[in-house]
């Protein structure tokens, strides 16, 4: 009688194993290494607000002298390259996802495109009515407002308990920021902001390590 070159059958219990396998690894395979959703933006916001802190301080005050101009282009071409890197990294993630996933991502990021553009249009309208301390307050302040409600929408939509709760922290301290006053608000959110989203990326990649 000739052996039997089939192997033995594979019980329930690991075959589901190697099911649950490979679905973690097609998921890690799809999805970006978190911390390019959260440290582009967190390194941005740090530098950023950090630079207006420092330059347009509490009371009128300079703690750093540089002209007028350089926080606010830097922290422009910060979040330009913070663009480019999260494009990039989703792109090349969310490549091959179709359907409602990713109808359920163009409608979020066109979220992003037409909230900015009302937030610009309306700010750009009040704005010159204001001191130059106020119309800076107003401007950062309504771009931390959309963007932490924004957060919470995509934590939502995706029920992201790391997107929700960042949401819910960028809210909390823009409103201390603003009551602080100009200047304050800056540090408030380069430190809470910027800091926050580098420890939310932490976060969630340590979760998906522990947890795929």
Known sequence: MEPDDDPPPIDAATAMRLIDAQRAATVQSLEPDPRLHYWPWGVAWLIGFGLFFLRFSPGGR???AMPEWLPLTALFVLL???????????ARAYRQVTGESARRGSWYGAAWGLGFLSLFTVAGRVSDSLPHDLAGLLWSALAVGLTGALHMAGGAI????????LGLWLTAINIVGVLAGPGWHA?????????GMLLAGELSRLR?????
């Open 158 to 165: 995706w029920l992201d308990r790391t997107l929700f709760r």
């Open 62 to 64: 300079t703690f750093l």
């Open 208 to 212: 998906r390590r522990d947890h795929p």
């Open 80 to 90: 330009g390259a913070a663009s480019v890197v999260f494009a990039v990294g989703s």
């Open 187 to 195: 540090l408030v959110i380069a430190l809470g902001g910027g800091g």
